[in-house]
T-cell receptor
């Protein structure tokens, strides 16, 4: 049973517009959430994270929102750029800092010119 | 640049023939992880080392073993690969700092089983 779900396998957005990637989770013990970006033939690269004690974290064009009551988080990219085309993985962790991550299946974001 | 290195990038083995995948890191992180990612699936944690302490996930098959001879290196051994073990294998590292822990990934090794 998937504990982290990304229900959109792909998303197409026009350059300059906002990209919104969604993620749902079922495990209420998760207390730290991360977004990774992956280009073909490369490993996932850390993008942004959020602790469960916050509801928003911003880093430049990237903002992550966390709604704990809905067990939902989203990644907003504004404005979207061609280099943002990649697969985005949502990941979550419970417990201490050494624990492994539980990943979603990823969303392939395509930025159209 | 500090990084996580995986060798080889592509590995082909035969059904039942043991294979070893390698991961090294220059980050001096004390935690190293191995994930398995099958096509169109989420990366799945197999096990991790916290320093020399080995932590196996409950559903990781016995066919998968790991060794960490020192801080920099970690190996994934598949004793008798089956066709279902064909996947991308990702190595990752982190420091054990609660709340700020970020995992850094290598480029992965794609394993093909013939």
């Amino acid at each position: 049973d998937q504990q982290v779900k990304q229900n959109s396998p792909s998303l197409s957005v026009q350059e300059g517009r906002i990209s919104i990637l969604n993620c749902d989770y079922t495990n209420s013990m998760f207390d730290y959430f991360l977004w990774y970006k992956k280009y073909p033939a490369e490993g996932p690269t850390f993008l942004i994270s959020i602790s469960s004690i916050k509801d928003k974290n911003e880093d430049g064009r990237f903002t992550v929102f966390l709604n704990k009551s809905a067990k939902h988080l989203s990644l907003h990219i504004v404005p979207s750029q061609p280099g943002d085309s990649a697969v985005y993985f949502c990941a979550a962790r419970s417990g201490g800092g050494a624990d492994g991550l539980t990943f979603g299946k990823g969303t392939h974001l395509i930025i159209q010119p | 640049d500090a990084m996580v290195i995986q060798n080889p990038r592509y590995q082909v083995t035969q059904f039942g023939k043991p294979v070893t995948l390698s991961c090294s890191q220059t980050l001096n992180h004390n935690v190293m992880y191995w994930y398995q990612q099958k096509s169109s699936q989420a990366p799945k944690l197999l096990f991790h080392y916290y320093d020399k302490d080995f932590n196996n996930e409950a559903d990781t098959p016995d066919n998968f073993q790991s060794r960490r001879p020192n801080t920099s290196f970690c190996f994934l051994d598949i004793r008798s690969p089956g066709l279902g073990d064909a996947a991308m294998y990702l190595c990752a590292t982190s420091t054990r700092k609660y709340g700020t822990d970020t995992q850094y990934f290598g480029p992965g090794t794609r394993l093909t089983v013939l």
